[in-house]
């Protein structure tokens, strides 16, 4: 079983164009996410996927692997798709896909075997993603954070922008509320069955892709996370979040010092 890590990137975000390489406590935030995520030690190969040669050429610079997709995706498990593709023959269906998004710079290697142990380990689920605690209101509200419903043995049911579940006497911990973090796993026949079928209803309503496997009748379970600062870079204020959480993070110690 192979674990394959791919980390889609490009230049042209509409809240925040450029955002691969804007500079974060003096590194860019795509080494942030690519030097945090090599620290997990499962992969059989990591690399960033992108369609913009800015990108191709720091990530050569940098020593990452690159995989060049088209400049036509919207969706960044689409991109993550044709990068699959490209690798070649020699993946099977017990082998694992791991989109890791590359607006996550505080991302934790912990994170990535939580979404990797799942499809390991059970073979009927073909699909995970990360569900993050949430603590603070401000987060469940914000429609920049998707959250997520899952039923009692952890299946994903529904994933939304609005503040769900809603809570008649307000918002607290207790509610148990998650928000998707930027990671999921795959079987390659279910992303490969993902990016081939046309965006659906609820998807493009929520502009969430998880809403497409779930359309689709696929298994997607939860990887549960407890509420961690992990703020995913929507918008160049963001960064100022991200700084602070760096100035006491452990991991950015151990790779902070190779850093561009």
């Known amino acids: 079983m192979k674990v394959i890590g791919l980390i889609p990137a490009r230049m ?3 809240r925040f164009p450029g955002k691969p390489l804007a500079k974060i406590a003096g590194m860019t935030m795509l080494e942030h996410v ?3 995520a090599e620290l997990y030690e499962g992969w059989d190969r990591l690399a960033v996927a992108t369609c913009d040669a800015e990108i191709r050429d720091f990530s050569e610079k940098m020593g990452f692997e690159v995989i060049d ?3 036509h995706h919207v969706r960044a498990l689409d991109r ?5 593709d490209k690798l070649g023959e020699g993946l099977i269906e017990e082998d694992v896909v791991v989109c890791v998004q590359g607006d996550e710079p505080l991302l934790d290697p912990a994170m990535i075997q939580a979404v990797v142990d799942p499809i390991k380990n059970l073979p009927d689920v073909s699909a995970t993603l990360l569900g993050v605690h949430v603590t603070e209101e401000d987060i469940w509200l ?10 009692e043995v952890g299946e994903i049911l529904y994933t939304s922008r609005a503040p769900i579940p809603y809570a008649k006497h307000g918002f607290s911990a207790d509610l148990m509320a998650r928000r998707i973090g930027g990671i999921f796993a795959f079987r390659p026949d279910a992303l490969k069955a993902f990016t081939n079928h046309p965006e659906t209803r609820l998807e493009i309503l929520e502009a969430c892709d998880s809403n497409r496997l ?9 990887a549960p996370y ?12 963001d960064i100022l979040l991200v700084e602070k959480a760096l100035a006491t993070d452990a991991l950015f110690k151990k790779y902070g010092a190779v850093g561009s």
Do not use: C, F, H, W
């Open 12 to 14: 042209a975000a509409s």
């Open 34 to 36: 690519y030097r945090r």
């Open 69 to 71: 997709t088209g400049d």
């Open 80 to 84: 993550v798709a044709e990068a699959m």
């Open 142 to 151: 914000n429609p920049d954070s998707v959250k997520l419903i899952s039923n």
């Open 214 to 222: 779930l359309d689709m009748g696929y298994r997607q379970l939860l």
């Open 226 to 237: 407890p509420a961690v600062p992990m703020y995913s870079v929507d918008s160049p204020s």
